[in-house]
């Protein structure tokens, strides 16, 4: 009878161990899904900062140089007005996605090809006395956005 009871009491045993062994690789399973699907939201969010910015800046150097064309054609007051009204709005388009790559992105070579690319792109309203200098501040802004593009595509490659 004591062989018995033994023999019950480790097969009770085993089964509780075996549940517990059981539901612990369960439970990390599932903390490994969370922290995979939490780093491919992190990695989307990131991506879509980059790129948000980096249209948002598209933009806005286009209306700039639009912008431009029309100070040094001599354009209308009111398509001058349409102009400055448009490169306003596309300006502050920048700020959003700009604030979210600085929340998601802690990278510093990132960060500084950003507020380069931003920085020359806003200098081309400087760049409204000629024809040239208003081509040469666009393809400084342009250049730099390839730029900005480059590196953060290497930071998202280096972080996946």
């Given at each position: 009878?004591?062989?018995?009871?033994?023999?019950?009491?480790?097969?009770?045993?085993?089964?509780?161990?075996?549940?517990?062994?059981?539901?612990?690789?369960?439970?990390?399973?599932?903390e490994r899904s969370v922290l995979t699907n939490?780093?491919?939201?992190?990695?989307?969010?990131?991506?879509?900062?980059?790129?948000?910015?980096?249209?948002a800046t598209s933009d806005h150097r286009r209306a700039m140089w639009m912008r431009g064309d029309a100070v040094l054609s001599r354009a209308s007051a009111e398509r001058n007005q349409e102009l400055l009204d448009?490169?306003?709005?596309?300006?502050?388009?920048?700020?959003?996605?700009?604030?979210?790559?600085?929340?998601?992105?802690?990278?510093?070579?990132?960060?500084?090809a950003a507020d380069h690319m931003i920085t020359l792109t806003y200098a081309m309203r400087e760049a409204f006395g000629t024809d040239e200098e208003l081509t040469a501040a666009r393809e400084a802004a342009k250049v730099a956005h390839d730029r900005f593009v480059d590196t953060a595509a290497s930071y998202l490659t280096r972080t996946v």
């Open positions: 009878m004591l062989a018995t009871l033994v023999t019950t009491v480790l097969a009770v045993v085993g089964t509780l161990l075996g549940a517990i062994v059981s539901g612990r690789f369960q439970e990390r399973a599932a939490h780093a491919e939201a992190v990695r989307r969010d990131r991506l879509e900062a980059v790129t948000a910015l980096a249209c448009e490169s306003h709005r596309t300006r502050s388009e920048v700020t959003r996605p700009l604030v979210a790559l600085r929340v998601l992105i802690e990278d510093q070579a990132v960060r500084a």
